[in-house]
């Protein structure tokens, strides 16, 4: 590992895949009332597709569902591979606009040239962390915006026992977990397969540990940066394109099962609401206000 300091209506299960449909390009509106701001934690599952929760028995993650809003039709962006996904999905830019079209830590390439909800958060004053399975992440470290950055190799559960550690030290204000193991099945045994419904079934079990460790005015995020099909995932086709998101905390209604376009660029957008931060205006995400209780 490596370390830097810089209750509601029953969930609908989600069986097979919807259509594609593309994200829709709003900037934040500045002027919205948003919820008290609170804790924040996102959860993202790497290859996860919203068709294997069911299949698997995903028990911990549908009952965040259950208790929160969600749905099993959010699109990530094109090409719907790790980092550009979730250099959109962290910043709320799209990748014609961040720029981040390749998929490994590669500095000589340049670096991430637009801001992101952790440089957001402590321009704020806030406290950010960032646990993760793979190097690449390692671009986000390169931004300066995260005042703990922790790379684990040993698999979902060691990034979530190091992701306990870091909240119990730390104590973030936000905090993002990135679990590997879903995605290194699908390219080893094929989506879908036994062995990687095994791996999505293990990650639940690893995110069902980390939730008992967050604060309770902590709202969770969990999505996931693409699918996949076959041993690959990248192509433009629902299979890899389509991915669970999820959102409960205090500010969110229970049980409901969103009606409206959610696309990965809107995680960082709804998280900036709750932490009581501003992204810029010209972000392509927008909060997900269909998840919020009416004030």
């Known amino acids: ?103 490994e830590y590669a500095p000589t390439q340049g670096t991430l040239p637009v801001p992101t909800l952790f440089s957001a958060a402590r321009a704020h004053g806030l406290r950010t962390a960032m646990v993760v399975g793979k190097d690449k992440f390692a ?39 990135h679990l590997p193991g879903v995605d290194l099945a699908g390219h080893t045994s094929k989506w879908m397969s036994a062995p990687y419904l095994d791996a999505v079934r293990r990650a639940d079990q690893a995110v069902g540990r980390l939730l008992a460790w967050l604060p309770n005015d902590t709202t969770v995020i969990l999505t996931a940066d693409h699918g996949g099909h076959g041993i690959e995932h990248g192509a433009e086709e629902p299979a890899d394109t389509t991915i669970p998101w999820i959102i409960a905390g205090p500010a969110i209604v229970s049980g409901r099962q969103l009606t409206s376009t959610v696309a990965t660029v809107d995680t960082a957008a709804t998280a900036a609401l709750l932490l009581g931060v501003q992204l810029p205006r010209d972000v392509t995400g927008r909060s997900v206000s269909e998840a919020f209780l009416r004030r």
Not at 39 to 65: K, W
């Open 139 to 177: 671009t986000f470290r390169d931004t300066g915006a995260c005042d703990t950055w922790l790379l684990s190799s040993l698999g979902d559960d060691d990034v979530v026992l190091q992701a306990t550690m870091v909240i119990t030290a730390a104590r973030p204000d936000l905090i993002f977990v």
């Open 1 to 103: 590992m490596f370390l830097v300091s810089c209750g509601g209506n029953s969930v609908v299960s989600p069986s097979g895949l919807p259509a594609a449909t593309p994200a829709v390009s709003v900037s934040v509106a500045t002027s919205t009332p948003g919820p008290t701001p609170g804790r924040v934690a996102i959860i993202s599952i790497d290859g996860l597709r919203p068709d294997a929760l069911a299949q698997a028995g995903a028990s911990h993650i549908l009952s965040l569902a259950d208790r929160g809003a969600y749905t099993w039709r959010a699109q990530t962006v094109l090409p719907a591979t790790t980092l550009p996904s979730h250099a959109s999905m962290l910043s709320g830019y799209a990748p014609e606009v961040h720029g981040i079209w390749w998929n």
